[in-house]
């Protein structure tokens, strides 16, 4: 797209990137059909790869019911098989998302915000559109305040979770010590490599609405992507 945020339509003229990238994986839902198959593609995107034992136990679903939505997705090309070392014994096969299965979980819809950013920059100096971050999560701080309703730390950390998957994060909170919100997926990854300033404002952002200090560890592997927000109590 090269930085446009418009998209040219094979039957309507251009659309939306956003709009675009929306369709696309309606698209792609569409072909992969059943809820189940769905279901697995969200339990992959947050391991580096599960076999048909383990996402059945995940999911509640027999070993043959699990093993013939993986061949399909497979057929597909939205997973693929590799084999995991044991121990003990033979290697086992798991089963781990493509990159094509990404199309699910769009990450490049802020082409618009990040123009604006650049343009900014051009305009009145190097930061501005630094400014415009802090201003726009000064911002986003303040409206998951007015949401949130808890007394600790976890109760409000369970409430944002909450409020964060909604908004395309794949959130969950971790009962691991210390505790930490994971995100395993980032609607705004495109906005963070672009500005590296706002993995240090999404930090400050949590420890102003959590009240204690916060570290940001972000991993890459496989393609897959994860983010722990972890309380320093």
């Known amino acids: 797209m090269s930085g446009s945020e418009t998209v040219q339509s094979a039957n309507d003229g251009p659309v939306p990137a956003v709009v675009f990238a929306e369709q696309n994986a309606m698209k792609r839902i569409s072909e992969v059909g059943r809820s189940q198959r769905m279901r697995i593609i969200v339990t992959l995107k947050k391991t580096q790869g599960l076999s ?28 693929d098989t590799w084999r995991r070392p044991k121990p003990i014994g033979r290697p086992e096969m798991v089963y781990r998302l493509t990159p094509k299965a990404q199309v699910f979980f769009p990450s490049t819809t802020n082409a618009t915000t990040i123009e604006i950013l650049n343009a900014a920059n051009r305009l009145y100096g190097h930061a501005a559109g630094e400014i415009l971050l802090y201003s726009v999560f ?35 909170l971790s009962s691991e010590t210390p505790a930490a919100i994971v995100a395993y997926h980032s609607p705004i990854f495109d906005l963070l490599e672009a500005f590296p300033l706002v993995r240090r404002l999404e930090r400050e952002m949590m420890e102003r609405i959590l009240g204690v200090r916060v570290e940001r560890e972000e991993e890459m592997a496989s393609g897959l992507y994860r983010c722990r927000f972890v309380f320093r109590t």
């Open 52 to 79: 048909v034992n383990e996402l059945g136990e995940r999911l509640k679903l027999s070993y043959m019911g699990v093993k013939q939505h993986c061949d399909e997705l497979a057929r597909q090309g939205y997973v």
């Open 138 to 172: 000064a911002l986003k701080a303040e409206e998951y305040l007015r949401r949130l309703r808890g007394k600790s730390v976890l109760e409000l950390a369970e409430m944002l979770v909450k409020i964060r998957e909604h908004e395309g994060y794949m959130s969950e």
